[in-house]
């Protein structure tokens, strides 16, 4: 389809899964194959986000009733598949020890696959425990929520490459698949956190890294 957009006269897709063997990150891996040269880690800068965006981001988390001193600790424990998952009751037990340490307000950010594949009492738990959420967030009013915030913690999504982008402190807890291959990269990403399954993650190793972030 969007060759089709794009009118191209032929298209050359790009693996989106690397041989098992292979070693190196995926973007690694693409750039070899187009003859590119791969970037050291101290080039990954943080991407430039336009004003409006962190404008928009302050307007949605206002909506949620997030002023604009608090110190932002976003989580997102959506995942494209539900075992890239680490479980959603220790999402929550990471957000009231977030809250009650007082260092940080916990916001948990919700998107389509989320609130599709969830049943309504997963998806409305966080606002139950009196979390902020921010339910199916444009990307750019994520983004601009992501570039003003203290650290981050996702699983192996899209959001987390996000995060990293905008030069958000990540923390990214991975399990079936390999942080090698799929780690996000950014000026301010931690060494991933990578079980199997997921849930031998425990909310210790998480607390950790987020305190390191927040230090």
């Given at each position: 389809r969007?060759?089709?957009?794009?009118?191209?006269a032929s298209?050359?897709f790009?693996p989106?899964r690397?041989?098992?063997?292979?070693?190196?990150?995926?973007l690694?891996?693409?750039?070899?194959m187009?003859?590119?040269e791969t970037p050291?880690?101290e080039s990954?800068a943080?991407?430039?986000?336009?004003?409006a965006?962190p404008?928009?981001?302050?307007?949605?988390?206002?909506?949620?009733?997030?002023?604009?001193?608090?110190?932002?600790?976003?989580?997102?424990?959506?995942?494209?598949?539900?075992?890239?998952?680490w479980?959603?009751?220790r999402?929550?037990v990471?957000?009231r020890?977030?809250a009650?340490?007082?260092?940080?307000?916990?916001?948990v950010v919700?998107g389509p696959v989320?609130?599709?594949?969830?049943?309504?009492?997963a998806a409305?738990?966080?606002a139950?425990e009196?979390l902020?959420?921010?339910?199916?967030?444009?990307?750019?009013t994520?983004?601009g929520v992501?570039s003003?915030?203290s650290a981050?913690?996702?699983?192996?999504?899209g959001v987390?490459?996000?995060a990293?982008?905008?030069g958000?402190?990540?923390?990214?807890?991975?399990?079936?698949?390999?942080?090698t291959?799929?780690?996000p990269?950014?000026?301010r990403?931690?060494p991933?956190l990578?079980?199997?399954?997921?849930?031998l993650i425990s909310v210790?190793?998480?607390?950790?890294q987020?305190?390191?972030?927040l230090a």
């Amino acid at each position: 389809r969007l060759a089709g957009l794009c009118q191209a006269a032929s298209a050359v897709f790009l693996p989106i899964r690397p041989p098992a063997d292979a070693e190196a990150h995926l973007l690694d891996i693409w750039l070899d194959m187009l003859g590119l040269e791969t970037p050291t880690a101290e080039s990954y800068a943080a991407w430039p986000v336009p004003p409006a965006w962190p404008q928009a981001g302050r307007q949605a988390l206002a909506a949620a009733g997030v002023g604009p001193a608090d110190r932002l600790v976003v989580l997102h424990p959506g995942a494209g598949a539900a075992d890239k998952c680490w479980p959603l009751a220790r999402y929550l037990v990471l957000a009231r020890r977030l809250a009650d340490a007082g260092r940080a307000r916990p916001v948990v950010v919700l998107g389509p696959v989320e609130l599709e594949q969830w049943d309504s009492a997963a998806a409305e738990q966080p606002a139950r425990e009196g979390l902020a959420v921010l339910n199916e967030p444009p990307l750019e009013t994520l983004a601009g929520v992501l570039s003003a915030a203290s650290a981050f913690v996702g699983n192996d999504s899209g959001v987390g490459h996000l995060a990293a982008a905008v030069g958000c402190p990540t923390i990214s807890l991975f399990g079936p698949t390999c942080p090698t291959h799929f780690r996000p990269l950014g000026p301010r990403v931690a060494p991933p956190l990578w079980r199997q399954p997921i849930d031998l993650i425990s909310v210790d190793d998480v607390l950790d890294q987020v305190r390191k972030a927040l230090a």
